[in-house]
């Protein structure tokens, strides 16, 4: 049997971490997308610790990611990325390092989507209570948004006017 070379070790833990947080990171998402859509600030507020401290532990992966292809250029190993390294460390038809990476991505693709998802249904609701106030502050009653004033009205168009 083939020892694993140091650089394959670095990439196989690498995206066992990456693995892990992406998996949570959806978690708290999914989690969040359903407090928001019951409006349960409550819940929402409780999720922003774990979420933070998730979007803490995603940068420090992309910190070790620039770490690992700077040290694998360093050995000689030249990858402008994960996908890249993976393919230059794995051992003969074994693709379990380039499945790892494509299913990474793929959760990255998921966890853009569902932070989209959150930001869109968070606009949403702002609007929706703008509406509200509105609403409350006019006592119901429509408002234009432009009024003109009398002596506006009582003149002509700009071309109109003598000088």
Known sequence: MQSVSPVEHDVVAFLGELSSVQDELLAVLDEKRKSLTRADLTAVNALQAREESLVARLNACQQRRQEMLRDAKTQGIAAQNLGELANSVQRGNDRSLSNQVKEANSRMRLLQTGLLTNWLLAQRTLLHISQLLE???????????????????????LLDQEA
């Open 135 to 157: 609403i409350i502050a006019t006592g119901g009653r429509i408002q234009p948004t432009y009024v003109m004033s009398e002596s506006v009205q009582s003149r002509g168009a």
